[in-house]
Each structure stands twice: as structure tokens, then as C-alpha cells.
């Protein structure tokens, strides 16, 4: 089976001024589709590089990468733009909603920037599905304003699935969030990674990257480690066993 992403002796070199920072050295890399994977290390470990130049927000100084079968490496501006856009959501820790508009317009924006023309009655039925996919479908008309976080979140998450791309990129999507908005939206993660759908995410918690199936640690640009999570079963049970408690706990306040 062919990877949906597929690096080959990866670099990464910055040039500040006398010195030549390398981010990214030398990485090879082969995430298949289904997969869940949880990019970690410490700050300046070259993580957040990674995953740029995996989400084609940043070109490698040298190797090669190839994208759903499409090396990526040499692209044009433009053409890196249609493939984020198709092959690429994107899930960030600040969630990035606009203010002024609400859930639905904000999970339609990806298709109002694509080069392939949908009209206005696909664009709400998609982006309804997309939310009804991440449990707000009761939610299309509320603001972000009108939302909690974790609920913009899953907004945010439903914007980077509604092109339906080869690949969920998600960048400390927990970072803004309290522990048990946290385990909800991993839950939607694990959802929707059983569903099919390949995540890659960059995190500094090892609790949340128990969510995971694969964790990878990096340090000075290297992989330095690449496993299998032996107890994601253990995560989720966790998991299970908040979400109880909180609902418990918020049943015996209202008696």
C-alpha cells in the first residue's frame, strides 16, 4: 500500500544570517492512509517545521515529498495552494473562526477559495454535514461568540474536513482548551480516525498523544523515535471515565 505522505531525506536549513539553522535534518517519513499520528518534542526540536512542510506551508531546502502520490517539492505557489486546499485540513490551536460570521459560514470558507466552482446550495449542504460530522449540526447559526471553546473547536475542525481531504493536520488543537474540553475534541479525533481519515497532529502532552496509534518524537530535527501507542485502548477508556464523571457531577448539581 502506496503512503498518502512520503518523505524522502528531508532538510530544512534557515539562513540567519552567519548561521545556518537546521531545522529539519534528514527525515524520512511514511504515514498511510488511516493512521494517527502525534508529531512530539520539546520547543525548537523541529516539530512545527515538520509539520509545515507537510502541510505544504513551508518548501524543503532538500529531499523529496510526495503528497498523494504528487511531489510536492517543486510546486508552484499557486499549485501549493489547490493541494493545501483538496488534499489538506487544517486544524489550529487558536481556532482561526471568523468573528462575524457564524458556524456554517465559517465551514464554508475552504470552498469559496478552491478553484473548482460549488454552488451555494452544495456549499451548505456540505458544510451542514461537516458539522453535523463533528456533533453541531444544532449549531449552524450560532457565532463563535455564542460558542464555548471547545464547541469552536469542533467548528474549526469541521471547517478543515468539509473539502474532504487526504489528510486532518492539526497543530496543539488542545493547547486553548481546559482537560475535559480536551479529551472531547480528541474523542471527535478518534471518531473521526475511525472513520478512516488519517490525522496527523503536533503535541507537547504526552496524555494527548496516548490518543494517537503512532508517536513520533523528534529532537535537534531528527527522528529519534517512531512507536506504536501500545495503550490508546487505556486512553479512551479514560476518556469514557471523565466524561462520566463530569456528566455525574453536573447531574447531582442540578439536584
Known amino acids: 500500500m502506496s503512503a498518502v505522505v512520503h518523505l ?8 540567519s544570517g552567519e548561521v545556518a ?5 534528514g527525515v524520512s517519513l511514511a504515514i498511510h492512509a488511516g493512521e494517527f499520528l502525534a508529531i512530539m518534542g520539546a520547543s525548537g526540536s523541529g516539530k512545527s517545521t515538520l509539520m509545515n512542510l507537510i502541510g505544504c506551508l513551508d518548501r524543503p531546502t532538500r529531499g523529496t515529498y510526495l503528497l498523494d ?20 485540513g487544517f486544524v489550529f490551536q487558536g481556532f482561526n473562526l471568523l468573528s462575524r460570521t457564524t458556524a456554517l ?11 473548482h466552482h460549488v454552488s451555494r446550495r452544495e456549499m451548505r449542504t ?27 473547536q469542533r467548528v474549526a475542525i ?19 482548551l481546559d482537560s475535559k474540553t480536551s479529551v472531547e475534541v480528541m474523542g471527535v479525533f478518534q471518531q473521526l480516525n475511525d472513520s478512516g481519515i488519517t490525522i496527523l497532529m503536533v503535541t507537547h502532552e504526552l496524555d494527548i498523544a496516548h490518543y494517537c496509534k503512532r508517536n513520533l518524537f523528534m529532537r535537534d530535527g531528527r527522528v ?15 476518556m469514557h471515565k471523565i466524561l462520566a464523571a463530569e456528566s455525574a457531577a453536573q447531574l447531582h448539581a442540578q439536584t
Open 8 to 15: 524522502q531525506d528531508i532538510h530544512k536549513t534557515y539562513d
Open 21 to 25: 539553522v537546521h531545522a529539519v535534518r
Open 69 to 88: 502520490g504528487i511531489d510536492a517539492s517543486g510546486l508552484e505557489r499557486d499549485e501549493l495552494a489547490d493541494i493545501r486546499n483538496h488534499k489538506l
Open 105 to 115: 459560514e465559517n465551514v464554508e470558507l475552504p470552498m469559496l477559495y478552491g478553484k
Open 126 to 152: 456540505r458544510a451542514l454535514r461537516a458539522l453535523e460530522i463533528v456533533g453541531l449540526g444544532n449549531r449552524a447559526d450560532h457565532f463563535p461568540s455564542q460558542l464555548s471553546g471547545g464547541q469552536q
Open 158 to 176: 469541521a471547517r478543515a474536513l468539509v473539502n474532504e481531504p487526504r489528510v486532518l493536520l492539526a497543530d496543539e488543537p488542545t493547547g486553548n
Open 224 to 238: 529519534v523515535s517512531d512507536t506504536a501507542v501500545a495503550n490508546r485502548l487505556e486512553a479512551r477508556t479514560e
